[in-house]
């Protein structure tokens, strides 16, 4: 599989001389689901921000189909072909849902009709919700806005900072369901999540980061499976889990 994006040895912060990244390494191939996990403060949003040229890199690479992407900001990685879809502050409050779907084909509003029938598709509800502001709607209904948006521009790959946050469980399995439809369609996406146990479950890679650096990857199924990853990263819930399998 050829590599879509990746990182090489990156060290990135936002305060001069206090680096959150100290070295991170990755790869995300075309078509993959590749997740982020650890520990808070670990620099997993960093990490995603660094390579969406939203934090400055100070040693390190980025690259996009082996093309060097360092210091690219994100308005014109969106033209290259990649989505990003932040933590917070992923909508536009007071506009609609289809006024949202069309800041995300800014660059290029002749492609809004075909692309809003296709990111629709994927998400019936914004169809329904397109003349409804997007303040008005719940946390789960926000973020298939946001998603939508990051797919436009028809991009090859997606980036999801904590995608689950804030949400209810059961709005947290539409977002993960809708997550793995994104990547059936043909896009690969790079998450960083908080809920490590569930990411883990739909990627088909993973990296934990700890201190700023890679300290375990492997398939999401080995990292669940990991002694060391589930005494230190997954907690208690995967505990139990692991005990109850065994019983």
């Known amino acids: 599989m050829s590599a879509l994006l990746e990182a090489d040895a990156v060290v990135a912060g936002y305060v001069p001389g206090v680096d959150i990244l100290t070295g991170c390494d990755l790869t995300l191939g075309e078509g993959e689901v590749v997740g982020i ?99 008005s709607l719940s946390g789960g209904e926000r973020q298939m806005v946001a998603l939508g948006r990051a797919l436009m521009m028809d991009p090859s790959v997606v980036l999801l900072d904590e995608p689950s946050a804030g949400l209810s469980p059961a709005n947290q399995g539409e977002v993960f369901r809708r997550i793995t439809h994104i990547n059936e369609a043909g896009v690969a996406i790079l998450i960083v999540e908080q809920n490590a146990r569930r990411c883990l479950e739909i990627v088909d890679r993973g990296y934990v980061l700890d201190q700023g650096a890679n300290a375990y990857t492997g398939t999401g199924a080995e990292l669940l499976d990991d002694p060391k990853v589930i005494e230190l990263y997954l907690g208690t819930l995967a505990r139990s889990r692991i005990r109850t399998e065994n019983d």
């Open 37 to 135: 996990i650890g520990p808070n403060g670990a620099g997993k949003s960093t990490l995603l921000k660094a390579m969406f040229g939203l934090v400055d890199i100070r040693s390190g690479e980025t690259r996009l189909r082996g093309e060097p992407i360092t210091g690219v900001k994100g308005h014109e990685l969106v033209g290259r072909g990649v989505g990003y879809v932040p933590q917070v502050d992923n909508v536009f409050p007071s506009l609609t849902v289809a006024e949202n779907l069309a800041m995300g084909a800014f660059l290029r509003p002749s492609v809004f009709d075909d692309r809003f029938e296709v990111v629709t598709e994927l998400f019936p509800l914004l169809r329904e919700r397109r003349s409804q502001r997007a303040g």
